[in-house]
């Protein structure tokens, strides 16, 4: 199985502040796909990304992938407490097989 | 709300015990998949069924099976549990068989075993 890994694991910043969280791997995967998830509730898919290099934009969220498809990153600008939440990056191994990183838990303070 | 319903949404047992899990797709979505999420392990992919059939297995245990039914919902048994299986387990759903389709999860099972 391959590994993802995620960092960091905890960012806890003001409202207004900008972020990165980064994923990474030491192996090539098809795709990649970033979840956020609640307490109490299941992941929401954000976004995949397929090519590498791509860079797609979710209102304030920047979303990368790395030219060899190893690595991601999702940026956040002018974070808000409404994006306080366990951020998941996941991708696609051979077999049909999503593989998740540990996760980075978010915390914007008002 | 995902369109994916879990059920029980809590679940206390205890060690030697087999329990079963359900899930019931999203309307017109053909593949279920069975996830575990605990602290050490991260959120972990066991097994995806794709109407009715398996379709990929991950890291699920022999003690572990699961099935999905005709009408597309599927279950989730859990047998001789051990402490290490207390965990948050979740379904999801999607349209395709293919995993790069956007899957649907629902709000999980968290089982406790004491």
């Known amino acids: 199985t391959q590994l993802l890994e995620q960092s960091p694991q905890f960012l806890s910043i003001q409202e207004g502040e900008n972020l990165t969280v980064y994923c990474n791997s030491s192996?090539?995967?098809?795709?990649l796909q970033w979840y956020r998830q609640e307490p109490g509730e299941g992941p929401v898919l954000l976004v995949t990304?397929?090519?590498?290099?791509e860079v797609k934009k979710l209102k304030r969220l920047t979303f990368q992938f790395g030219d060899a498809r190893k690595d991601s990153s999702l940026h956040i600008t002018a974070a808000q407490p409404g994006d306080t939440g366990l951020y998941l990056c996941?991708?696609?191994?051979?077999?049909?097989?999503?593989?998740f990183g540990a996760g980075t838990i978010l915390r914007v303070k008002s | 709300d995902s369109g994916v319903t879990q059920t029980p949404k809590h679940l206390i047992t205890a060690t030697g015990q087999r329990v079963t899990l359900r899930c019931s797709p999203r309307?017109?979505?053909?593949?279920v998949y069975w996830y575990q999420q605990s602290l050490d392990q991260g959120l972990q992919f066991l097994i995806q069924?794709?109407?009715?059939?398996?379709?990929a297995k991950g890291n699920i245990l022999e003690r572990f099976s699961a099935q999905q039914f005709p009408d597309l919902h599927s279950e989730l048994n859990l047998s001789s549990l051990e402490l290490g299986d207390s965990a948050l387990y979740f379904c999801?759903?999607?349209?395709?068989?293919?995993?790069?389709?956007?899957?649907?999860f629902g709000p999980g099972t968290r089982l406790t075993v004491l």
């Open positions: 999801a759903s999607s349209v395709g068989q293919n995993s790069y389709n956007e899957q649907f």
């Open positions: 192996s090539v995967f098809s795709s």
């Open positions: 990304v397929v090519t590498g290099g």
């Open positions: 996941a991708g696609l191994e051979y077999g049909n097989k999503l593989v």
């Open positions: 309307s017109g979505d053909l593949s």
């Open positions: 069924y794709y109407n009715g059939e398996e379709r």
